[in-house]
């Protein structure tokens, strides 16, 4: 009797609200698959390879450049039909998300007047028509893309070979978290950017386009080579760094699809219709939201009072359940983070650091 977006309004609208007290936001979207082969759930369709049954979610994840999530503002979740006999798949052509995804940001950014909008996003949404509908726009918000084309310029040669021949900007260093097969290290990159327009349209496309090398690399290790498209400008060392930390941001969906899959288990869900699974799939993007600002703020604001984000119930669970005594007044919040974590494995070692999201996950699961 309900719709997953009726389930979501009132996060929606408590998020804009967020929003509102912060001068730059990042809309990081992206894709990612919900598997959920071998369930006999209604109207799954299939996945990456044909045999896989599920649904794709693309969400519209808000965060502060300081990395503070503001909420998750919008979603897209279908299954996608399978092919014909021909082989070719009947569904409507899915890059219209991302085009639609930046139709969105540009809205709020006309509610929000005193809050730039700006829209992150990796190689797949390196689209021509999204560039030209953002011009068409007026660049009501930013955009930021991770380049994927090797795009013909309208004087002759090729977008990459021109950038690699441009004045260096300067260096930008800074630490590379673990992930993904590879070891945390410290990468320093040379910076280049130059105002450039693209081909393909009756009247050239001004874009910026900023590469950025890693130098030096460690032996036997694959350089970060980062080629970026945005309208901002990008005159300077200053200017460039800020591009780079915004899209160094984007790693925040990907830990929040971490927690989302793997701390509320979202795949592992026995439900029987796809509407249902959408229901329950809402509920989980405010949890796994929730999870990802506890640690953040717990880091970057400890001193906050932990009845901000927390029910009294919940924090005092959080000292009897590691069998201490509640105190009379409100703890601060890093405190109450810490002996969450410490349910869900967080010992708290002088050399340890902070919590991360697996701990909090599972410590929230017993409060």
């Known amino acids: 009797k309900t719709s997953w977006q009726a389930l979501l309004e009132p996060h929606w609208a408590n998020s804009i609200e967020r929003m509102r007290h912060h001068p730059v936001v990042l809309n990081i979207q992206d894709t990612t698959e919900l598997n959920f082969n071998g369930r006999q759930t209604a109207g799954l369709g299939p996945l990456s390879y044909d045999a896989q049954r599920g649904l794709y979610l693309h969400p519209s994840y808000v965060i502060t450049p300081a990395r503070e999530p503001l909420g998750v503002l919008d979603a897209w979740i279908w299954a996608r039909e399978p092919k014909n006999a021909d082989g070719v798949r009947d569904d409507v052509k899915e890059s219209t998300r991302w085009i639609e995804g930046y139709e969105r940001v540009a809205e709020r950014a006309s509610a929000l007047p005193q809050t730039r909008q700006v829209y992150v996003a990796d190689r797949e949404a390196d689209i021509l028509a999204l560039l030209i509908k953002a011009r068409d726009l007026g660049h009501a918000a930013d955009y930021l893309i991770r380049c994927q084309h090797n795009r013909a310029l309208p004087g002759g040669g090729k977008l990459w070979t021109r950038l690699e021949q441009a004045q260096p900007l300067g260096n930008i260093t800074f630490s590379l978290p673990a992930g993904r097969g590879r070891k945390a290290r410290t990468v320093t990159q040379r910076l280049r950017a130059e105002r450039i327009e ?130 009379k007044e409100t703890p601060s919040l890093n405190a109450v983070v810490r002996l969450i974590a410490q349910l869900g494995g967080f010992l708290g070692r002088k050399g340890d650091g902070e919590p991360g999201a697996k701990t909090l996950w599972l410590g929230l699961r017993d409060i």
Do not use: H
């Open 198 to 327: 693209l081909k393909g349209t009756a009247d050239n496309l001004p874009v910026t386009f900023l590469l950025a090398e890693e130098i030096n690399p460690p032996a036997g290790v694959k350089p970060v080579v980062w080629r970026l498209l945005s309208n901002r400008a990008a005159e300077n060392l200053e200017q460039a760094v800020e591009l780079i930390d915004w899209y160094r941001a984007r790693w925040e969906i990907e830990l929040f699809f971490l927690i989302l899959k793997e701390g509320c288990r979202i795949e592992a869900l026995q439900l029987g219709e796809v509407e249902r699974i959408e229901n329950a799939l809402a509920l989980y993007l405010v949890v796994s939201w929730r999870i990802n600002r506890l640690m953040r703020l717990g880091r970057s604001l400890p001193d906050l009072p932990a009845d901000l984000l927390f029910e009294a119930d919940e924090w005092r669970a959080a000292y009897i359940l590691n069998k201490k005594r509640p105190p």
